[in-house]
C-alpha cells in the first residue's frame, strides 16, 4: 500500500493537499520510531533517578505545578488532564481539518522530544488511516498553553471517551474501538500533556485556510482580467515596467498574470475611449500582490510551525534536559492568520467593487446586467449579496492577537488568542468563495453583451467551463441556485489550469 511515511521536516503545503487529495495512509518512518523510543526511554530513568520534580510529569498543570504527584499516581495523573480540559463549545470542526490534527500531531510527536511512546503515536495514526476523526469543537482554546480544549477532545478517543464521526456518523468513540477491536490506552506518564499541549488546532486551520487562500488569489487574478475585459479596460496599467521599479514580487507576479490571462484578447486591444480605469481595475497589481506577499508570509510561518515541536516541557535526552519553556504559545500563529485573514478579506474587497462597476450601467453596459432593466432587476441583488460578505470580512478582520486574558490563577498572564484568529479566518475564506463567484458570475454575464468581440483564449475557455454550469440570465430568475453552481465552478475547477495553458 502506499504509505507516506512520518519524518522529521518533511511536510510542505503541496504534501498536505496531496495527502487530503489521494487520502494516502500514514506510517512512521524508521527513524520517527528510533526518535520516540530513545526520548521514551530516556524520561522513564529520568523518573525513576530524579529527586527533583519535573513539570506536568510529576507534578500539577498550570498553577497546580508546585503539587507533586506520587509515582503510582503518575498515569492517573495524564488520565485526568485530558478528560478535565475537554471544554470545547461551538460548532463542531470540518471533519477535513480534523483529519489535519491529527497528522499535524503525529508529525510534532515524531520529533522525539515529547517522550509519547510508540504504542500512542500509532492508535493517533491508526485514527487517521481509519477515518475515526475526533468531534473536535471550534471555540475555547486561547491559544497559549496550547490547544488544550481542542486537542483534549482529540485525544479523548485515545481514552475511549468522548465522540468521533466514523462512517460520516457521530457515535460515541467507545463503540467504535469495539467495531474495530481496538482497546482504550492506558497513557503513560507526560503523555496527556504531550497530546494536549501544541499549536496543533491554529495551524491545521491555518493550513487549511493557506491551501485554500493558494487558489482562491489566483482565482481573483481570474475574476479581475475576466470584469477588466468586460468593462473594457486599459492593459496599460499592468505592463512591466511599471511594477519593475516598485520591487514588490506580488505586485509583479499580478501584472504578468493578468497580461498572461488576457494574451490575445480583442477587448483589451481595441481602441478605448476612456483615458483611466477605477482602482478596482487599475490597481489589481497593487491590491492583489500586497495579498500574494501576505500570504507568502504566512505560507512560512505556517511551514516552521507545522515542522516544530511545539509541547512542553521539551526532552533532550542527548543532553540529558528536560526543559519546561513556552513553544505551545500561539503569537507567531495569531499574528500570521491576522495577517492572512486581512489580505483575504481585501481580495473581496476590491471584488466586490468591480462587480458594482460592471452592475452600474456604464461603459455602454446595461443597467444591472440585463437587456431589459425595470421589468427585470437583473444582477441588482448578487451585488448586495457580495457587498454584505466583504462587510462581514472587515468586522472578522479585528485583530484577534492584540488581545489576551490572564488563566489559570495568574500563571498564564499573556494568551495568543491564535484560535480565534484561525476560526474567524476560515469563515473570511469561505466569504471570499462567495464574493469571488458573484464577480465571476457577474463578469460572465457582462462580456456577453461585448458580443462579437472576444476575450482571451484563455478567458474564454473559462467562460466555456462557467456556462457548463450557469446560463445566460434573459429575464429575472431565482438567482440563488446560479450562484451556488458558481461556487461550484470555483471549487471544482483548478485555477492552475488557467496559468498554465496548453
Known amino acids: 500500500m502506499n504509505h507516506h511515511h512520518i519524518s522529521p521536516a518533511d511536510l510542505t503545503f503541496d504534501k498536505l493537499e496531496e495527502l487530503l487529495v489521494r487520502n494516502k495512509k500514514l506510517k512512521l518512518s524508521d527513524e520517527s520510531v528510533k526518535r520516540i523510543k530513545h526520548c521514551r526511554k530516556y524520561l522513564d530513568e529520568k523518573i525513576a533517578a530524579s529527586t527533583e520534580p519535573i513539570y506536568g510529569v510529576t ?24 478528560v478535565s480540559h475537554a471544554c470545547g463549545v461551538g460548532e463542531p470542526l470540518d471533519t477535513r481539518i480534523v483529519k489535519l490534527m491529527l497528522l ?43 490547544d488544550l480544549a481542542p486537542l483534549a477532545h482529540l485525544s479523548l478517543p485515545l481514552l475511549g471517551m468522548g465522540e ?119 490597481c489589481i497589481p497593487q491590491v492583489h500582490g500586497a495579498s500574494k506577499d501576505a500570504i507568502r508570509y504566512a505560507e512560512n510561518v505556517l511551514y516552521n510551525e507545522i515542522n516544530g515541536v511545539t509541547d512542553n516541557p521539551t526532552i533532550f535526552p542527548d543532553d540529558d534536559k528536560v526543559i519546561s519553556a513556552g513553544n505551545f504559545h500561539g503569537q507567531p500563529l495569531a499574528l500570521a492568520l491576522d495577517f492572512l485573514g486581512i489580505a483575504l478579506a481585501e481580495l473581496g474587497n476590491i471584488s466586490e467593487r468591480r462587480v458594482y462597476r460592471l452592475v452600474s450601467g456604464t461603459r455602454n453596459l446595461p443597467s444591472f446586467l440585463v437587456a431589459k432593466p425595470g421589468l427585470n432587476s437583473g444582477f441588482m441583488i448578487p451585488q448586495y449579496t457580495a457587498a454584505s460578505l466583504v462587510s462581514q470580512n472587515k468586522q472578522l478582520c479585528t485583530p484577534a492577537s492584540v488581545d489576551s486574558i490572564e488563566s489559570s490563577q495568574g500563571q498564564e498572564d499573556h494568551v495568543s488568542m491564535g484560535a480565534n484568529a484561525a476560526v474567524k479566518t476560515i469563515q473570511i475564506v469561505k466569504n471570499l468563495e462567495q464574493i469571488l463567484a458573484i464577480e465571476l458570475f457577474n463578469g460572465c454575464q457582462a462580456i456577453e453583451f461585448r458580443r462579437p468581440y472576444k476575450s482571451s483564449q484563455i478567458i474564454e475557455k473559462v467562460f466555456k467551463t462557467f456556462r457548463k454550469s450557469v446560463p445566460f440570465v434573459e429575464n429575472d430568475e431565482m438567482m440563488y441556485p446560479l450562484m451556488k453552481n458558481s461556487v461550484e465552478v470555483l471549487i471544482e475547477n483548478n485555477p492552475d489550469l488557467y496559468f498554465f495553458d496548453d
Open 164 to 282: 468521533v464521526w466514523y462512517e460520516d456518523k457521530k457515535m460515541p468513540s467507545g463503540d467504535v474501538l469495539k467495531k474495530l477491536g481496538w482497546k482504550p490506552l492506558q497513557l503513560s506518564s507526560k503523555e496527556g500533556l504531550a497530546l494536549l499541549n501544541g499549536t496543533q488546532f491554529m495551524s491545521s486551520i491555518g493550513v487549511w485556510c493557506l491551501i485554500k487562500a493558494r487558489r482562491l488569489s489566483k482565482w481573483a487574478d481570474i475574476t479581475g482580467a475576466l470584469s477588466l475585459d468586460a468593462y473594457d479596460g486599459r492593459i496599460e496599467p499592468f505592463f512591466e515596467q511599471v511594477h519593475l521599479i516598485r520591487q514588490h514580487k506580488g505586485q509583479i507576479q499580478t501584472a504578468k498574470n493578468i497580461r498572461h490571462l488576457l494574451d490575445g484578447s480583442e477587448l483589451i486591444n481595441r481602441k478605448k475611449a476612456h483615458v483611466q480605469d477605477p482602482y478596482s481595475f487599475r
Open 59 to 82: 507534578t500539577g498543570f498550570g498553577s497546580l505545578c508546585n503539587h507533586t504527584i506520587s509515582g503510582d499516581d503518575l498515569s492517573t495523573l495524564q488520565r485526568n488532564l485530558v
Open 104 to 146: 499535524l500531531k503525529v508529525q510534532s510527536l515524531a520529533y522525539g522530544h515529547s517522550g509519547v511512546g510508540v504504542k500512542t503515536v500509532e492508535r493517533l495514526i491508526d485514527m487517521y488511516n481509519n477515518d475515526v476523526l475526533p468531534v473536535i469543537y471550534s471555540q475555547g482554546s486561547l491559544g497559549a498553553s496550547g
